[in-house]
């Protein structure tokens, strides 16, 4: 199905007169998750989830109640998601889990060399049924980065690929198809959107440089391919022209979706080429073709930015997860690469010297759980692994060298689109246009757009929409100068409260530029906020306060405001110099998940987590381009 967006004519009232504007169709807000994996994942099964397929995964977001593959009870989702996008990994897709169950559906799996140079389908069984299928995990991961900079495929610590997988291509397709037959079963236009996608799940030497691969396309075109992994090719060029050829042959549609960027090792949005060659203008263009939105915030912790790298933003330290997923510890080192706002700024200095920028991409949140069950909701949230729904067991290390646990993860994160209609195409439209954003679990509704003559008083228009698409840019998009530039840039924001979480605290834009001298720069403004604070003398925000009752892990909201809206101009535009802008909704001090585990305990000590901690929305970024 093609969207197609009807122009419409809307006037809208203002002062004594009226404002008549050409605008597109009305777009809805929708909630998903584009990143969640099932029993037929690896590391997943090898995690003690393996029950939970795409059957439960589609179920448990769609609202019903389903049996939790750990620990056997009956579990819901809080609020019902409008879309998912089940993406198992495509390296081995269903093949232990195949060996464990001995699925004669799968067809035989032995030739896999991969899994049986180290392990028989008894000591799996025995594994999973001692509890030790992590210990078996920990051996396939990489050992370490020795060499940095330079290409991690070809380093000492990345294990080469074994290219000897032939006889599981049974196994993989078989799966695949089932995975397909799962998305089709529960895909309901307009009322719940079932995608199909994988995992491309590269990895060399620690760098994590995952993408998620999604389409909009249903069985037709999805069985004529399996889908493509690491075990291909480690270089997300390869990925990007295996997508280009795909499509040519069959007429599928895909994007591409880096994720959890915080550790990639500096490697995810580089200066260079994973193979160390200077970036090219194709290379630039191939990759924003495949690569329109990004992963800001997921389980795995929060990709905005870090203390080191944004010293001035006392909001930078948030679910910080500084663990390399590899056999040997080694300490976390912060580079520009590794996150999203550093990596925007990098992409307007390179598009200063190429003419195009690499990085102009639009941000979301998805969960990455591994239990089929995607929760992001701090009081009904089901961890990373499935043996994180015991709260004792986050205790554990999760993954040997990383030295992580399970209150080390984020319950995070979800998708939020601006779509014409809650169907695959309409999902996939708005992530192409990249008129979407990311939020941390809440479902904080946001909108924001750029242009040179919002008035005061459309921040708080019914028209709002109307208003912002007719006299600008939304959320993802790109605003060009024109003869009222020197007027100064004006951003039109609305937040509203998630229904059923809290209050908000503040609304902030977050500014990066190239100075003079060819370095990137960036700033923090707080543009509205609640209560009657007013700024110290240095600029500064006071803080809204803290209702968090850590005895009963409980809050109030006597604190916030249900909603923030400003017409915010930029005090010190530049013309002449390229921009981005993008938003940044904080909630109110709320539990966290550790809290709770803690007060259900009865420990009487927390451990060394917060005990709350600031929900957050990020809007795409919003470019001004000379």
């Known amino acids: 199905m ?203 030497a620690g760098a994590n440089l995952h993408r998620v691969v999604v389409t909009p396309d249903g069985r037709e075109r999805a069985e004529q391919y399996i889908p493509y992994g690491s075990d291909q090719s480690q270089y997300p060029e390869d990925l990007w022209a295996w997508l280009q050829a795909t499509a040519d042959a069959t007429g599928s549609q895909f994007i591409a979706i880096p994720h959890n960027s915080n550790i990639s090792k500096g490697y995810m949005f580089a200066e260079t080429t994973l193979r160390g060659a200077a970036l090219t203008r194709d290379y630039i263009n191939t990759r924003k073709r495949w690569e329109p939105v990004t992963e800001m915030t997921q389980i795995k912790g929060d990709s905005e930015t870090h203390p080191s790298l944004s010293p001035d933003d006392p909001f930078a330290d948030f679910e910080p997860f500084e663990f390399y997923l590899q056999q040997e510890w080694e300490p976390f080192r912060a580079a520009v690469g590794d996150f999203i706002r550093p990596a925007l700024g990098r992409g307007l200095q390179i598009g200063q010297k190429l003419g195009s920028n690499p990085y102009q991409f639009g941000l979301i949140g998805s969960t990455d759980a591994h239990t089929g069950l995607s929760s992001a909701e701090e009081e009904n949230f089901w961890g990373k692994m499935a043996y994180d729904s015991v709260p004792e067991n986050k205790y554990d290390d999760a993954v040997g060298g990383v030295r992580a646990t399970g209150w080390d993860m984020a319950a995070a994160g979800l998708a939020a689109v601006w779509a014409t209609e809650n169907t695959r195409q309409g999902i996939f439209d708005a992530l192409k246009r990249r008129e979407v954003y990311a939020t941390t679990g809440p479902r904080i509704a946001l909108r924001v757009f750029a242009g040179w003559d919002f008035a005061p008083e459309d921040a708080q228009s019914a028209d709002l929409a109307a208003i912002g698409y007719a006299g600008g840019a939304p959320m993802g998009g790109e605003l060009r100068a024109t003869v009222n530039s020197a007027d100064g840039i004006k951003l039109l924001i ?133």
């Open 494 to 626: 609305n937040a509203q409260k998630d229904p059923e979480a809290a209050n908000l605290d503040r609304v902030q834009v977050i500014k990066g530029w190239v100075d003079s001298a060819g370095e990137s720069r960036e700033k923090i403004y707080d543009v509205a906020w609640s209560g009657e604070r007013r700024p110290l003398p240095d600029g500064s925000l006071p803080s809204v306060g803290n209702t968090v009752d850590e005895a009963t892990a409980s809050y109030t909201d006597t604190i916030g405001a249900a909603q923030l809206a400003t017409v915010w101009e930029d005090p010190e535009f530049d013309p002449r110099r390229s921009a981005f802008y993008y938003v940044r909704v904080l909630q109110i001090p709320t539990p966290r998940h550790s809290l709770y585990d803690v007060v259900a305990m009865g420990v009487n000590s927390p451990p060394e987590f917060p005990s709350s901690i600031q929900e957050r929305a990020y809007s795409s970024p919003i470019w001004y381009t000379p």
């Open 2 to 204: 093609k969207t197609v967006n009807a122009v419409l004519l809307i006037t809208v009232l203002a002062g004594a007169g009226t404002r008549s504007f050409a605008v597109e169709e009305s777009r809805n807000l929708y909630w998903g998750d584009t990143h969640l994996h099932t029993s037929y994942s690896f590391d997943a099964f090898l995690n003690l989830n393996d029950s939970a397929d795409p059957d439960t995964a589609y179920r448990w977001a769609s609202g019903l109640p389903v049996v939790h593959p750990y620990n056997n009870t009956r579990v819901r989702i809080g609020t019902p998601l409008d879309f998912l996008v089940v993406t198992d990994h495509a390296e081995g897709l269903g093949v232990l889990r195949a060996i464990v169950n001995r699925h004669a559906e799968f067809g035989e799996a032995s030739g896999w060399a991969a899994v049986t140079r180290w392990l028989t389908v008894t000591t799996v069984r025995l594994a999973m049924w001692a509890g030790y299928g992590t210990d078996v995990f920990k051996d396939l991961l990489p050992v370490k980065l020795y060499h940095w900079g330079d290409d991690p495929v070809l380093d000492p610590g990345n294990p080469p690929i074994d290219s000897s997988l032939g006889d599981i291509n049974p196994t993989v397709a078989a799966t695949w198809n089932d995975t397909i037959s799962a998305a089709e079963a529960h895909n309901a236009p307009g009322r719940f959107t079932a995608l199909l996608g994988w995992e491309w799940s590269s990895i060399p």
